[in-house]
């Protein structure tokens, strides 16, 4: 279990963090600078200006087992089994969104790190054969703050706006021009791989994998929404199927 946390800034005020939960391994730029925004839903002009310099922050623990149930008689004692969970705990408050609204937000994570890991595998090994039946699954994650297709704009008016009103002049208070960049988030998921080696002499082996055994279909989220999250879109990555073999001389 290692969990190792270093700060550290240059002279142009770029401040970056190395991190190593387990195997993750980090590197993050944390000066952002927000746009300027207009005010949202107010009948009164407002322009509001963010310089953001925060820190990010990650942590977490990671434990795992591996054993073999060598206690068996003969061919069962190659059976075995290897499991690990991770957990992080991170914020980027340096990392804008803008919601549905209009409204500025720093309170996502750091880009691509679930909160939650977990693996876990069957194995076998037992002379010329060696077996790994695997599954995965992770939490979901932050994509972007900042993605095509979901930080565009909208005139939001109020009933009594006059026809043809121009919303983003200052001196307008019946209606606002809105700009949003929502965060996408990708949803939990979960594959499951096959792989299985024979090896009849040091010389040569001859391997299968099997990549996405469940056909597990990816989706990714919106936020930014009053009600919380809504679908964007679904991945599916299909099953992937390699056999290979290898000589030594």
Do not use: C
């Given at each position: 279990m290692e969990a190792i946390d270093r700060l550290g800034g240059d002279e142009d005020g770029r401040v970056e963090t190395e991190g190593v939960v387990g195997a993750v391994e980090i590197v993050v730029d944390r000066?952002?600078?927000?746009?300027d925004r207009e005010g949202v839903f107010l009948m009164e002009p407002r322009r509001d200006t963010q310089c953001v310099l925060a820190a990010d922050r990650h942590e977490?623990?990671?434990?795992?087992?591996?054993?073999?149930?060598?206690?068996?008689?003969?061919?069962?004692?190659?059976?075995?089994?290897?499991a690990n969970y991770t957990f992080i705990d991170s914020k980027n408050p340096g990392?804008?969104?803008?919601?549905?609204?209009?409204?500025?937000?720093?309170?996502?994570?750091?880009?691509g790190?679930?909160?939650?890991?977990?693996?876990?595998?069957?194995?076998?090994?037992y002379k010329i054969w060696s077996a790994r039946l695997?599954?995965?699954?992770?939490?979901?994650?932050?994509?972007?703050?900042?993605?095509?297709?979901?930080?565009?704009?909208y005139n939001y008016y109020s009933a009594n706006t006059p026809g043809g009103t121009n919303c983003q002049s200052p001196s307008v208070t019946t209606c606002q021009y809105i700009k949003i960049a929502l965060p996408v988030y990708s949803g939990a998921y979960g594959q499951l791989d096959f792989g299985l080696t024979?090896?009849?002499?040091?010389?040569?082996?001859?391997?299968?994998?099997?990549?996405?055994?469940?056909?597990?279909?990816?989706?990714s989220f919106a936020g930014g929404y009053p009600g919380g999250q809504y679908p964007r879109n679904w991945f599916m990555s299909d099953r992937h199927f390699n056999l290979s073999a290898g000589l030594k001389f």
């Open positions: 000066l952002r600078n927000a746009d977490g623990v990671e434990t795992g087992a591996h054993t073999y149930f060598d206690f068996l008689p003969g061919p069962l004692k190659g059976f075995g089994v290897d990392d804008v969104y803008y919601d549905i609204s209009g409204m500025p937000h720093n309170d996502v994570p750091l880009v790190l679930s909160r939650h890991n977990f693996n876990a595998a069957l194995i076998y090994d695997a599954y995965s699954w992770r939490s979901d994650y932050l994509l972007s703050t900042n993605a095509n297709g979901v930080n565009g704009n024979l090896r009849p002499s040091e010389h040569y082996y001859v391997t299968l994998q099997v990549a996405n055994l469940g056909n597990t279909i990816v989706k």
